[in-house]
């Protein structure tokens, strides 16, 4: 009989994770031992006995047959919050296609073996007063060193201490005295940078729920004690989802077991942060992609102590090891941030679900615009559907209209401002209200539009934007369809086409111009840069010192100004004309969350959406807010040509420095899965270039296989990652799956 062979680490924590060691598994342990378990080896010359974590099962031994020891024992119990994650990135590797030890890499923190080194602060203590008298007495009694600490303290209350030892010459003797003496404070970077320190739990009273929040917080509660489905709580922006949220935590909290709330980086400001901080205190910690990795490590370590009963944070916090976990909320859970860029691809969503069912948690996701996945499983019973339908106080939602601008062209506005949406601003300056305009750059690419009759070029097999090369050729890129430039619009005859090319920048130039009296504020990607520089225009607008924020998506992720009365969609359709079956869902989801940024309080809102495709059916329900109109035409369309989640999608990215090669190995793959098509009954799209082909001097090409049943285009993907191993010609092309 043949062997079972395991590969163990030892340390988890630790950097080579890549170390792993393999020994056998005897018999009597076969059915004890899994992907994940804690064992007990012997390990070393001297046959230590210590514990390791199985990472990956197999039946080909790497070393000497006679020379590989045998697992000694299973650890009875072995649930570590260790052994979770581990299998989680068993079925992430899976799931995804990557190897164990980058699947390993994402669920697990990392310890970095030089710690990077904290920076630490001086801050001064004293106030002004006492501080100068205190300088008179250094000054007297000769203690220059002291004295010229806390003149530059007087300067500059808060400097970092390596400023303070080059600029004052400081030692740390001086320091030390002078912190006995309550002159000053050492502060290290952590506790200053974290989101929120000096909060305090503030005795605020829990908010008494409104019939309808109340509704569904019960009903939620009920779905965990039945059939514990992921639930889905759809509730249009203002009706309380946040309270929602919190309720539920307090339940789990009780219980003694702790939750993980995902916020996509963007929407995750100190306003949104800090009711967190108010209801539950220090229980709660912050992740963001500004921490070092140390630090994300110092946190994860708090909350795998029990130190923290609460995380929040982006993607990265789904995997916060708690002993305990009994919730995993999803906000915004439609957000494309909650799907990883790097390998492996995995999904928030979907893996916060498996993780959920591994410890036995609940999974609650909220969105005013689902995703057409979550939507979609929710009417196959997949998920538990929860509705919000009302603001609280009845806060009414902004009156909502289009502007066409094909008319204003023809009328003879050649500018990016709109007719009525000019008048509008200028009403919003005479009343003293605020106004955002927003500029919708999402899926921006080099696509050709009409802007006479906002014609634009799509693909005569899929449906999807043609995109322009540098050549001006257009090209498909999902099937490869290429036809010449063009100069005049094939609908019209208009000279008028081309690609939009405006940014915020020329926005606010023509605003300026035109509203010569408004203080106008930008941001985009260029303002905002810097650690504060995004939160500063942000709190500033929010003082009121500005009448008009211009800005691209940034400006319409969950902010509240309530003195904004107007909200102006320049280029609504840019989102809409992006070449990816997704356009219509970003368009619509996009223009809701800029619509809900008008009118949060008493004051009534408006908004005005340029379009060149008012007719469009996203921009239409948009209007009217009806997602559920949305949906349905979504969703057909989606059925129709075969999109997600109608039916399942996987590309394959190959990337490689020889186009030849590239296109041969690609080729090959396409043949290759024709010839297994029968029996997966998948259909193959391809090989085409992808829209930004040469990235870093490296060919890209995608290959779309499309099948109705997902597990099977996971058990055809490992047969394919088979191929690609056994295949020499493989070698110099990268390939990376993608689901979806
Ligand atoms: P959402 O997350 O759905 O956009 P929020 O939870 O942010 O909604 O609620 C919107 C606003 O209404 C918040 O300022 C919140 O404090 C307030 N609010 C909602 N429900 C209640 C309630 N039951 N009692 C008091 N204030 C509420
Ligand atoms: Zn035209
Ligand atoms: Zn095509």
């Known amino acids: 009989m043949s062997s079972i062979y395991a590969d163990i680490i030892i340390d988890i924590s630790h950097e080579k994770l890549d170390r792993t060691f393999q020994y056998i598994v005897p018999e009597s342990l076969l059915e004890k031992v899994s992907i994940g378990t804690q064992v007990q080896i012997p390990f070393g010359n001297a046959n230590r006995n210590i514990t390791g974590y199985v990472i990956g099962l197999g039946s080909k031994a790497r070393y000497e047959v006679g020379k590989i020891k045998a697992i000694q024992d299973v650890v009875p119990m072995s649930v570590s919050a260790e052994s979770r994650m581990i299998s989680l990135a068993g079925w992430i590797r899976k799931t995804y296609g990557s190897t164990m030890i980058q699947a390993l890499k994402t669920v697990m923190p990392v310890k970095q073996k030089l710690r990077e080194k904290e920076e630490r602060y001086l801050v001064l203590q004293l106030e002004e007063d006492a501080a100068r008298e205190k300088l008179a007495y250094y000054q007297q009694k000769h203690q220059t060193a002291r004295a010229r600490l806390l003149e530059g303290l007087l300067e500059k209350p808060r400097i970092t201490a390596q400023e303070a030892a080059k600029l004052f010459r400081t030692t740390a003797e001086v320091v030390k005295s002078m912190q006995e003496q309550g002159v000053l404070k050492v502060e290290s970077e952590r506790v200053y940078r974290g989101l929120i320190q000096d909060q305090e739990k503030e005795s605020v009273e829990a908010a008494v729920l409104t019939p309808e929040q109340n509704q569904v917080l019960e009903a939620i509660c009920q779905e965990w004690e039945q059939q514990n489905r992921p639930c889905l709580i759809q509730g249009v922006t203002g009706s309380g989802k946040t309270l929602v949220y919190m309720e539920l935590m307090e339940r789990i909290l009780k219980e003694g077991r702790q939750a993980i709330l995902l916020i996509p980086e963007i929407a995750l400001t100190?306003?949104?942060?800090?009711?967190?901080?108010?209801?539950?205190?220090?229980?709660?910690?912050?992740?963001?992609?500004?921490?070092?990795?140390?630090?994300?490590?110092?946190?994860?370590?708090?909350?795998?102590?029990?130190?923290?009963?609460?995380?929040?944070?982006?993607?990265?916090?789904?995997?916060?090891?708690?002993?305990?976990?009994?919730?995993?909320?999803?906000?915004?859970?439609?957000?494309?941030?909650?799907?990883?860029?790097?390998?492996?691809?995995?999904?928030?969503?979907?893996?916060?679900?498996?993780r959920a069912r591994l410890e036995g948690a609940h999974v609650v996701l909220g969105s005013a615009t689902p995703s057409m996945e979550a939507s979609y499983a929710c009417r196959r019973g997949r998920y538990a559907l929860f509705l919000l339908q009302n603001r609280y106080q009845d806060a009414v939602l902004p009156q909502v209209y289009a502007v066409d601008m094909r008319e204003e062209l023809k009328s003879g506005n050649r500018s990016i401002l709109s007719r009525?949406?000019?008048?509008?601003?200028?009403?919003?300056?005479?009343?003293?209200?605020?106004?955002?305009?927003?500029?919708?750059?999402?899926?921006?690419?080099?696509?050709?539009?009409?802007?006479s009759c906002g014609y634009v070029v799509k693909c005569p097999h899929c449906d999807v934007s043609l995109t322009m090369h540098s050549d001006g050729r257009l090209n498909c890129h999902y099937c490869g369809y290429q036809t010449e430039a063009l100069t005049t619009c094939p609908s019209c005859g208009s000279p008028y086409i081309g690609g939009f090319r405006a940014g915020t920048q020329q926005i606010e130039q023509v605003v300026k111009k035109q509203f010569p009296e408004a203080q106008v504020l930008r941001m985009d990607l260029d303002t905002a840069r810097g650690k504060t520089?995004?939160?500063?225009?942000?709190?500033?607008?929010?003082?009121?010192?500005?009448?008009?924020?211009?800005?691209?998506?940034?400006?319409?992720?969950?902010?509240?100004?309530?003195?904004?009365?107007?909200?102006?969609?320049?280029?609504?359709?840019?989102?809409?004309?992006?070449?990816?079956?997704?356009?219509?869902?970003?368009?619509?989801?996009?223009?809701?969350?800029a619509v809900g940024r008008?009118?949060?309080?008493?004051?009534?809102?408006?908004?005005v959406i340029q379009t060149y495709h008012p007719e469009h059916y996203s921009i239409q329900a948009a209007i009217r807010q009806d997602y559920d109109a949305f949906y349905e035409e979504e969703i057909s369309y989606r059925m129709l040509l075969g999109y997600p989640p109608a039916v399942n999608l996987m590309a394959i990215h190959g990337a490689c420095q020889s186009e030849e090669i590239l296109a041969s190995a690609m080729e090959y793959l396409k043949r290759?899965?024709?010839?297994?098509?029968?029996?997966?009954?998948?259909?193959?799209?391809?090989?085409?270039?992808?829209?930004?082909?040469?990235?870093?001097?490296?060919?890209?090409?995608?290959?779309?296989?499309?099948?109705?049943?997902?597990?099977?285009?996971?058990?055809?993907?490992?047969?394919?990652?088979?191929?690609?191993?056994?295949?020499?010609?493989?070698?110099?092309?990268?390939?990376?799956?993608d689901y979806n």
């Open 270 to 354: 100190y306003q949104n942060v800090q009711r967190f901080f108010q209801r539950f205190g220090d229980v709660v910690t912050v992740l963001n992609s500004r921490m070092s990795q140390a630090e994300r490590f110092d946190q994860m370590e708090r909350a795998r102590k029990g130190e923290v009963q609460i995380v929040i944070g982006p993607r990265s916090a789904l995997f916060t090891p708690f002993p305990n976990l009994g919730l995993i909320l999803i906000d915004e859970e439609h957000e494309t941030s909650y799907k990883s860029e790097g390998t492996p691809r995995y999904h928030a969503r979907e893996t916060a679900i498996e």
């Open 420 to 451: 009525p949406l000019a008048e509008a601003i200028q009403k919003r300056l005479e009343r003293g209200e605020q106004s955002m305009l927003f500029l919708n750059r999402r899926g921006y690419a080099g696509f050709i539009t009409c802007r």
């Open 533 to 593: 520089g995004s939160s500063d225009i942000l709190q500033s607008f929010a003082r009121r010192e500005a009448d008009i924020l211009i800005g691209t998506q940034m400006i319409v992720k969950g902010h509240d100004f309530p003195y904004v009365t107007l909200m102006g969609v320049l280029a609504a359709d840019l989102s809409l004309l992006a070449s990816d079956y997704h356009a219509a869902e970003r368009t619509y989801q996009l223009l809701v969350q």
């Open 598 to 607: 008008a009118g949060r309080s008493s004051l009534a809102g408006e908004a």
């Open 672 to 737: 290759y899965l024709l010839r297994v098509k029968k029996e997966f009954k998948t259909q193959v799209i391809g090989p085409a270039g992808e829209s930004v082909s040469k990235i870093n001097d490296l060919y890209r090409y995608v290959l779309y296989v499309r099948q109705g049943e997902s597990e099977d285009l996971c058990v055809l993907r490992e047969k394919l990652e088979r191929y690609i191993e056994i295949n020499k010609g493989f070698d110099p092309v990268y390939i990376q799956f």
